[in-house]
């Protein structure tokens, strides 16, 4: 069985984020605690603050797996899996080439960028599962999903599934072989 690991690892920048969102979301449920009135409202605002804060922490991406069947990739709850056939287009990407996306159920920053973004130059949709703001990989699938994920060495990573797929296509080829004969 063939598969490779690419580990998932914040930048100084997502770490600084990280930091100040935390705090900045640890102050609020401080200031509701001691400065609410037993009201409602600062109830349900501070109820829906924590459960959109961990359900953004369930998806945060921890590392990425190519297999000889799939792309994983593995978030602390979450796991998306890219089927190698069904892959039409991967290749990484310039930095600049996500200067104008914009966050829409994602987030940006908080231990990294995951969710769903929309590029205002391509007016398109792309799922993210980025650690750092650079290092992008683009993959796009038959049905037409754009997929961008950061790691490390996105070339190394670029033909680490192309030799998945090749050695995919050699294993169907053998196995049509054999049912030949």
């Given at each position: 069985m063939?598969?490779?690991e690419f580990l998932c690892r914040l930048d100084r920048r997502t770490r600084a984020l990280t930091w100040i969102i935390a705090s900045t979301l640890v102050l609020l449920v401080?200031?509701?605690v001691l400065y609410s009135r037993s009201g409602y409202f600062p109830t349900w605002f501070l109820f829906f603050g924590v459960t959109i804060a961990l359900l953004y922490v369930l998806s945060i991406p921890r590392k990425i797996?190519?297999?000889d069947a799939a792309i994983e990739i593995h978030c602390v709850v979450e796991l998306t899996s890219i089927a190698l056939d069904d892959i039409a287009l991967i290749r990484p990407m310039e930095r600049g080439e996500m200067r104008r996306s914009c966050p829409l159920?994602?987030?940006y920053g908080f231990f990294g960028y995951y969710g769903w973004?929309?590029?205002l130059s391509e007016w398109?949709?792309?799922k993210v599962y980025a650690a750092q703001w650079r290092n992008f990989v683009r993959i796009e699938d038959i049905y037409e999903t754009v997929y961008v994920i950061s790691c490390d060495d996105p070339s190394a990573f670029v033909r680490s599934v192309s030799e998945a797929r090749r050695e995919r296509t050699l294993t169907q080829n053998r196995n049509q072989l054999k049912i030949e004969f």
């Open positions: 063939y598969y490779t401080v200031f509701f797996r190519i297999t159920l994602a987030s973004y929309y590029n398109s949709l792309y």
